[in-house]
């Protein structure tokens, strides 16, 4: 038996894309066409364990 769905662990996961403007935060003014392929920091999942 599971948890019921409101109580089920929520996955978002990131694609190197989705992580540029966090980049960005820790390098002000690097703009996407300075960075290797236009994308941020590595992929990411962030996970909510609670609704």
């Avoid at 994308?39 to 909510?48: C, L, M, P, R």
């Amino acid at each position: 038996m599971s948890d019921p769905q409101v109580t089920r662990p929520k996955i978002t996961y990131q694609k190197h894309g989705d992580t540029l403007a966090e980049m960005q935060h820790f390098f002000p003014g690097v703009r996407a066409e300075q960075v290797p392929g236009c994308e941020g920091f590595a992929a990411a999942e962030v996970i909510t364990l609670t609704a």
